[in-house]
T-cell receptor, first 109, second 111 residues
């Protein structure tokens, strides 16, 4: 069965520090992975998808098939990055997403 | 465009009571989903609908039923609520490049 693991419930950093939110997955096929973000009092929304190889709001994520990881990184954290971040894996069978348990990022001034 | 809307925003039920959570979308998307969000567990799929008139079970379907009456609306029903169903419920649609669009959520408390 496919699975997404986010080992950190809370990550606290200071403004300007680098950020890495960890995500590991288990999946037998070719994975499609996403990062979703939920800011305070806002809806859950897509941050980025690995297939697009894009950088959104300074965040990037590289798929490492050897380590089965899709860590989210930003070189310099901003206070407005404080939010709940979810890693998600596409479930091709159900055409749905399997989510990790989420990591709360706190960026302190 | 409202996107994905959910009603109610908050509900308190007693054990054994029934209720229906409503979800509507104006994005013309075929696929719709119901998730529940619990602390430390992320979002778990309850039911989904690939298109109008079809529904399928997700990861945690027990205690729930769904109806996809038309393309816009996908409702989730709790026939006999239990405290274990206390959660935040999210409806979502799926659009271009598999992107999911979420509603604001319904916070349910079962006493």
């Amino acid at each position: 069965a496919q699975r997404v693991t986010q080992p950190e419930k809370l990550l606290s950093v200071f403004k300007g520090a680098p950020v890495e939110l960890k995500c590991n997955y288990s999946y037998s096929g070719s994975p499609e992975l996403f990062w979703y973000v939920q800011y305070s009092r806002q809806r859950l929304q897509l941050l980025l998808r690995h297939i697009s190889r894009e950088s959104i709001k300074g965040f990037t994520a590289d798929l490492n098939k050897g380590e089965t990881s899709f860590h989210l990184k930003k070189p310099f954290a901003q206070e407005e990055d404080s939010a709940m971040y979810y890693c998600a894996l596409k479930d091709t069978g159900r055409r749905a997403l399997t989510f990790g348990s989420g990591t709360r990022l706190q960026v302190q001034p | 465009n409202a996107g994905v809307t959910q009603t109610p925003k908050f509900q308190v039920l007693k054990t054994g009571q029934s209720m229906t959570l409503q979800c509507a979308q104006d994005m013309n998307h075929n696929s719709m989903y119901w998730y529940r969000q619990d602390p430390g567990m992320g979002l778990r799929l309850i039911y989904y609908s690939a298109s109008e008139g079809t529904t399928d079970k997700g990861e945690v379907p027990n205690g729930y039923n769904v109806s996809r009456l038309n393309k816009r609306e996908f409702s989730l029903r709790l026939e006999s609520a239990a405290p274990s169903q206390t959660s935040v419920y999210f409806c979502a649609t799926q659009g271009w490049q598999e992107t999911q669009y979420f509603g604001p959520g319904t916070r349910l408390l079962v006493l």
